[in-house]
């Protein structure tokens, strides 16, 4: 793999469209928001914007249940402003992603209310997956499947009985919430309408998808109990799936072929798949030539503030689009998963390993994913009970919190309520830390987390040992890590030990953190030339 398209070594940032800045006064932000802020999102360096799903929605989770994949919820704007953000995001030199939600859409979706009004066995229904029960009356769930989200995959329809009345019957399949009925993809219908949306999208000047649960969509014939556990499935999102039938089936890739298919009449456009598979070689398959430019692979994420661990995700993400040929992607932080600066401990000692491991992240070839409030070094918020919205939360018994703390709005500017993310009242509360975390007070302060994220940014593009596609590992003292970009002279180093330790040679370029001399401290990287 050399660097010859753009996605190849892109860092893509993530727009959380919900929580990045409101134009309106709605609590909500929204494409308008986006586009007042691209000046600053050129200022940082990235490459490319992955906005998530700004589509109709009766939003239950958040846009992730689509009910019309070709339109723009009036909350985030329309086609209209979504047409001068593509072309202003361009004249910043900045592409632009969409999500893309294939496997599912929303119990709103006109295909899903036709169906539940149509009798089983009926064109309508085969869209979706319906089944009769177990059980005498059909009264239990077909299979044992749960859903990712908490609760059985399954949800009870109504069918017009013997006497013409509407009764409780046939059983549909949601992977995720009872309001996100998978689709059946070995319905022509279903591939043909995805085509569709590709190129709507494509036709209006996008550059590519972030293709949601790319593993999901095909399911084995039959649907067969999961045998993995009496549970009947991992529960949570970004979990490693291997072994379990509900993802990760074999027919997926000629799904990914057809995505692909299409992408190749569109020069220089790129789709990246949500991608949990654990397994490197299955992992790979998604990224073959004829399949997904990119796939994230979240074990840099989920790899705890121990060198070890970081050098063994590292390996493993290399490993697994190596086979495949593809470039790696690297990402810490999403709209899924607690903010680094919590999951590494929290507080000022969180903020330090935070920023070590965006150094140790961005050294890496391949593609990276920033997401937004990253750059700012936003901690997890506290929120009330009353307040989470996830339906994670409500779904599981109230036994997970769910992901409503990484999705706060980001704090713009000053200490106002809103920070200048809203006029109004903000969809989720903002905590008043973020006060003291406002982009406006970052891009004053040469020390702060968004100045050394630029920086980096910055080098990563402009400087001549940012080459290379391969990593070579240095021996490196007990808790440390040090790897050189195969072919350059670009080395980066991590201490995740509890001593200060020799920074191997070569004339320092930047650091996370202070220096003390010649020796790397505790929670810090630097990166050498
Ligand atoms: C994707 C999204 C996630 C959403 C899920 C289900 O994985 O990242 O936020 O909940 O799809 O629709």
Same mark, same amino acid.
């Given at each position: 793999?050399?660097?010859?398209?753009?996605?190849?070594?892109?860092?893509?940032?993530?727009?959380?469209?919900?929580?990045?800045?409101?134009?309106?006064?709605?609590?909500?932000?929204?494409?308008?928001?986006?586009?007042?802020?691209?000046?600053?999102?050129?200022?940082?360096?990235?490459?490319?914007?992955?906005?998530?799903?700004?589509?109709?929605?009766?939003?239950?989770?958040?846009?992730?249940?689509?009910?019309? #994949?070709?339109?723009?919820?009036? &909350? %985030? +704007?329309?086609?209209?402003?979504?047409? $001068? =953000?593509?072309? /202003? @995001?361009?004249?910043?030199?900045?592409?632009?992603?969409?999500?893309?939600?294939?496997?599912?859409?929303?119990?709103?979706?006109?295909?899903?209310?036709?169906?539940?009004?149509?009798?089983?066995?009926?064109?309508?229904?085969?869209?979706?997956?319906?089944?009769?029960?177990?059980?005498?009356?059909?009264?239990?769930? #077909?299979?044992?499947?749960?859903? &990712? %989200? +908490?609760?059985?995959?399954?949800?009870? $329809? =109504?069918?017009? /009985? @013997?006497?013409?009345?509407?009764?409780?019957?046939?059983?549909?399949?949601?992977?995720?919430?009872?309001?996100?009925?998978?689709?059946?993809?070995?319905?022509?219908?279903?591939?043909?309408?995805?085509?569709?949306?590709?190129?709507?999208?494509?036709?209006?000047?996008?550059?590519?998808?972030?293709?949601?649960?790319?593993?999901?969509?095909?399911?084995?014939?039959?649907?067969?109990?999961?045998?993995?556990?009496?549970?009947?499935?991992?529960?949570?999102?970004?979990?490693?799936?291997?072994?379990?039938?509900?993802?990760?089936?074999?027919?997926?890739?000629?799904?990914?072929?057809?995505?692909?298919?299409?992408?190749?009449?569109?020069?220089?456009?790129?789709?990246?798949?949500?991608?949990?598979?654990?397994?490197?070689?299955?992992?790979?398959?998604?990224?073959?030539?004829?399949?997904?430019?990119?796939?994230?692979?979240?074990?840099?994420?989920?790899?705890?503030?121990?060198?070890?661990?970081?050098?063994?995700?590292?390996?493993?993400?290399?490993?697994?689009?190596?086979?495949?040929?593809?470039?790696?992607?690297?990402?810490?932080?999403?709209?899924?998963?607690?903010?680094?600066?919590?999951?590494?401990?929290?507080?000022?000692?969180?903020?330090?390993?935070?920023?070590?491991?965006?150094?140790?992240?961005?050294?890496?070839?391949?593609?990276?994913?920033?997401?937004?409030?990253?750059?700012?070094?936003?901690?997890?918020?506290?929120?009330?009970?009353?307040?989470?919205?996830?339906?994670?939360?409500?779904?599981?018994?109230?036994?997970?919190?769910?992901?409503?703390?990484?999705?706060?709005?980001?704090?713009?500017?000053?200490?106002?309520?809103?920070?200048?993310?809203?006029?109004?009242?903000?969809?989720?509360?903002?905590?008043?830390?973020?006060?003291?975390?406002?982009?406006?007070?970052?891009?004053?302060?040469?020390?702060?987390?968004?100045?050394?994220?630029?920086?980096?940014?910055?080098?990563?593009?402009?400087?001549?040992?940012?080459?290379?596609?391969?990593?070579?590992?240095?021996?490196?003292?007990?808790?440390?890590?040090?790897?050189?970009?195969?072919?350059?002279?670009?080395?980066?180093?991590?201490?995740?030990?509890?001593?200060?330790?020799?920074?191997?040679?070569?004339?320092?370029?930047?650091?996370?953190?202070?220096?003390?001399?010649?020796?790397?401290?505790?929670?810090?990287?630097?990166?050498?030339?």
């Amino acid at each position: 793999m050399s660097s010859v398209h753009w996605w190849q070594n892109a860092v893509v940032y993530q727009v959380y469209v919900r929580s990045f800045s409101d134009s309106d006064g709605d609590g909500v932000g929204d494409l308008e928001g986006v586009r007042s802020r691209l000046g600053y999102l050129e200022l940082l360096g990235v490459d490319a914007l992955w906005l998530t799903p700004f589509f109709t929605s009766p939003m239950a989770d958040h846009g992730y249940d689509v009910a019309d #994949p070709r339109s723009v919820d009036p &909350v %985030f +704007g329309d086609l209209r402003t979504f047409d $001068a =953000l593509v072309t /202003d @995001a361009h004249e910043h030199g900045l592409r632009v992603m969409i999500d893309l939600v294939p496997n599912h859409t929303s119990t709103e979706h006109e295909w899903f209310r036709a169906a539940l009004d149509s009798v089983p066995g009926s064109p309508e229904r085969a869209r979706y997956h319906f089944r009769r029960g177990r059980g005498e009356e059909g009264e239990l769930p #077909p299979n044992n499947w749960t859903s &990712v %989200f +908490g609760g059985p995959a399954w949800t009870r $329809a =109504l069918d017009l /009985d @013997a006497a013409g009345e509407w009764a409780p019957g046939g059983w549909y399949l949601h992977l995720l919430s009872p309001d996100q009925p998978d689709l059946n993809w070995t319905n022509p219908e279903v591939w043909a309408d995805l085509e569709k949306t590709l190129r709507f999208w494509l036709d209006r000047g996008i550059d590519g998808f972030r293709v949601h649960m790319a593993h999901g969509m095909s399911k084995p014939d039959g649907l067969p109990d999961n045998r993995g556990g009496d549970e009947g499935g991992a529960v949570g999102l970004l979990a490693p799936i291997d072994g379990d039938p509900r993802f990760d089936h074999d027919g997926v890739h000629d799904v990914h072929r057809m995505i692909r298919a299409v992408l190749d009449h569109y020069p220089g456009r790129t789709a990246i798949g949500e991608i949990t598979v654990g397994d490197d070689e299955r992992f790979a398959r998604y990224v073959r030539s004829d399949e997904l430019h990119l796939g994230f692979n979240f074990r840099l994420l989920q790899a705890p503030f121990d060198a070890a661990a970081v050098r063994e995700a590292i390996e493993h993400s290399l490993a697994a689009v190596k086979w495949a040929g593809a470039a790696p992607t690297w990402t810490l932080s999403n709209h899924d998963a607690p903010r680094p600066v919590s999951r590494y401990g929290g507080g000022a000692l969180g903020r330090a390993r935070a920023r070590a491991m965006t150094l140790v992240e961005l050294a890496l070839p391949g593609a990276v994913c920033l997401y937004n409030g990253e750059e700012l070094g936003l901690p997890d918020a506290e929120l009330p009970d009353a307040e989470l919205q996830d339906p994670i939360w409500e779904l599981s018994g109230h036994a997970e919190r769910g992901r409503d703390s990484c999705r706060v709005p980001m704090p713009w500017e000053g200490d106002a309520p809103g920070h200048g993310f809203t006029s109004g009242q903000p969809w989720l509360p903002m905590p008043p830390e973020y006060g003291e975390l406002t982009v406006a007070g970052q891009l004053e302060d040469t020390t702060s987390t968004l100045s050394l994220i630029r920086r980096a940014v910055e080098l990563r593009k402009t400087h001549p040992a940012f080459t290379g596609d391969g990593v070579e590992w240095f021996g490196a003292p007990s808790g440390c890590l040090a790897f050189r970009r195969a072919g350059s002279t670009l080395v980066c180093a991590l201490n995740t030990s509890n001593n200060a330790v020799p920074l191997p040679p070569g004339d320092l370029l930047l650091a996370s953190g202070p220096l003390n001399g010649n020796l790397l401290p505790p929670d810090t990287a630097a990166w050498l030339a």
